[in-house]
């Protein structure tokens, strides 16, 4: 069973940065897909960024150019830098991890509070 821990969430100003951290546990470290999605209060739950087995990255066109996802192997952890950060990114923040093998099962973490505000 994969656990999804994440960390570095707090409050910031506007035009500060944070990094966060998704630190994976449990099962094997193979997944099709590593992504961050967030969470604002009354909204949707929808996608900031992912990473890809092959390293293809995408983002979401509010945050393509501030924010950046990575992932270690070798730490069994993915991360997402973000820079510049605007009252807008105000949300929890979830990572989330799909598995290669079949049946491709989908997990998530418990979610970190990123709180920008002057």
């Known amino acids: 069973q994969v656990q999804l821990v994440e960390s570095g969430g707090g409050l910031v100003e506007p035009g500060e940065s944070l990094t966060l951290s998704c630190a994976v546990s449990?099962?094997?470290?193979?997944?099709?897909?590593m992504a961050w999605y967030r969470q604002a209060p009354g909204k949707e739950r929808d996608l900031v960024a992912l990473?890809?087995?092959?390293?293809?990255?995408n983002y979401a066109d509010s945050v393509r150019g501030r924010f950046t996802i990575s992932r270690d192997n070798m730490k069994k952890s993915m991360s997402l830098e973000m820079n510049n950060l605007k009252p807008d990114d105000t949300a929890v923040y979830y990572c989330?991890?799909?598995?290669?093998?079949?049946?491709?099962?989908?997990?998530w973490g418990q979610g970190t509070q990123v709180t920008v505000s002057s």
């Open positions: 990473i890809s087995s092959t390293d293809y990255t």
């Open positions: 989330n991890v799909v598995e290669a093998r079949p049946p491709m099962k989908s997990y």
């Open positions: 449990g099962g094997t470290f193979n997944f099709v897909v």
